[in-house]
């Protein structure tokens, strides 16, 4: 094979390497740390829990419904039926499963306050596990075949090198 083909194979693996390489770093790295960020919420929702412990009551509450967007439950307080809208959604739980509800004790309607740390631990969990997995596999196999391309590259061009070496001292020789 001659020398200009075996640089344009150097050339387009060292491209496909690096490209690969920049894959892994951009979107690889990107999935991990929301993975990360994910699997860290879970201690962000029962520390939220602890410090609200002086403002909040626990009750047994119900999953009314669910849909990939919102989750509905209810919840009764001194006779009182309450429902409330969570922009969560996990698969753990289906309509008329029984929740830990936490409400304000001053304003036992008020959304801000409402907590339901088992839908946001379970959706937390299965995302940042999600994510985590996805960037390993990413980072995973752009390294493995980005690397493989570049140090191929680069001993297809040592090559070149030597072959215009032994040109060089064939020239000088003459």
């Known amino acids: 094979m001659s020398s200009s083909k075996i640089k344009k194979i150097s050339n387009v693996l060292s491209a496909v390497g690096i490209v690969l390489l920049l894959i892994a770093l951009l979107f ?4 991990i740390k929301i993975g990360v960020q994910n699997l860290v919420a879970i201690d962000n929702v029962e520390i939220d829990i602890e410090n609200g412990a002086d403002s909040r009551i626990k009750t047994e509450g119900k999953l009314v419904s669910m849909n990939t967007q919102v989750s509905v439950v209810s919840y009764e307080v001194d006779g009182k039926e309450y429902s409330t809208e969570l922009q969560v959604y996990t698969d753990e739980f289906k309509p008329g499963d029984s929740l830990d509800i936490y409400y304000s004790k001053e304003n036992p309607a008020d959304v801000k306050s409402i907590r339901v740390p088992q ?13 985590l997995k996805i960037g390993l596999i990413i980072v995973g196999v752009c390294v493995g075949i980005g690397l493989p391309c570049i140090f191929i590259s680069r001993s297809l061009r040592k090559k070149i090198n030597q072959k215009m070496h032994l040109i060089d001292v064939k020239l000088v020789s003459i």
């Open 28 to 31: 690889g790295f990107s999935f």
């Open 119 to 131: 839908l946001f631990i379970s959706y937390y969990s299965k995302v940042g596990g999600m994510m």
